[in-house]
């Protein structure tokens, strides 16, 4: 079964710029969980979505948003890039046997964004 | 607020020693913990899971306890091999939260040969 897969792997964008990322999930996957990973923060939670719902949202200013279609793929946006935004995004799924409860989540490879 | 820390940022162990890796938490509420490793520019490879119903788990050479009166638990490897090095990355989810995990900010082991 192929895992999770995240395109593009590497990006360089400009401040003020957009950027949208792109995520597939083992298949089978329901649930796909994003995150941010900076040096000396650990991996910050943004969001998840579950049948093409936010279901949970971390702590990040509006500017970073999400979808999720029908074949549970995924997509984040990030709008008016900062500097601060340079970081690896990592995608994460997961089964979701069960409506409310944690599940483990497989990771993909991330993108390595560098907001210049 | 970090709700899940890992207070050894680096750890160095002698190939064939055990590996003691640990993570301290401090929302009551999770229920659901996750180990992970992560090699430089890839992905937190899933190692183990353990719910809050259970004290242990064991998979191989690796193994986690949760002591849930401390909101501490740990990860052992026996025995440490080379390979093992790499960043080891503790997660927490809530009861009733989904898949929001919390994540330790990561320690580096070394396994020298």
């Known amino acids: 079964k192929a895992g999770v897969t995240q395109t593009p792997r590497y990006l360089i964008k400009t401040r003020g710029q957009q950027v949208t990322l792109s995520c597939s999930p083992i298949?089978?996957?329901?649930?796909v969980s994003w995150y941010q990973q900076t040096p000396g923060q650990g991996l910050q939670f943004l969001f998840e979505?579950?049948?093409?719902?936010?279901?949970n949202k971390g702590n990040f200013p509006g500017r970073f948003s999400g979808r999720q279609f029908s074949n549970s793929r995924s997509e984040m946006n990030v709008s008016t890039l900062e500097l601060g935004d340079s970081a690896l995004y990592l995608c994460?799924?997961?089964?979701?046997?069960?409506?409310?409860?944690?599940?483990?989540?497989?990771f993909g490879p991330g993108t390595r964004l560098t907001v210049l | 607020d970090q709700q899940v820390k890992q207070n050894s940022p680096s750890l160095s162990v002698q190939e064939g020693r055990i590996s003691i890796l640990n993570c301290d938490y401090t929302?009551?509420?999770?229920?659901?913990f996750l180990w992970y490793k992560k090699y430089p520019a890839e992905g937190p490879t899933f190692l183990i899971s353990?719910?809050?119903?259970?004290d242990k788990n064991e998979d191989g050479r690796f193994t986690v306890f949760l002591n849930k009166s401390a909101k501490h638990l740990s990860l052992h490897i026996v025995p440490s091999q080379p390979g093992d090095s790499a960043v080891y990355f503790c997660?927490?989810?809530?009861?009733?939260?989904?898949?929001?995990?919390?994540f330790g900010t990561g320690t580096s082991l070394t396994v020298i040969p």
């Open positions: 353990i719910s809050s119903i259970k």
């Open positions: 997660a927490a989810s809530a009861r009733g939260t989904g898949n929001q995990f919390y």
């Open positions: 979505y579950f049948s093409e719902t936010q279901r």
């Open positions: 298949s089978g996957h329901r649930s």
């Open positions: 929302n009551s509420m999770f229920d659901y």
């Open positions: 994460a799924s997961s089964l979701v046997a069960s409506g409310s409860g944690a599940d483990t989540q497989y």
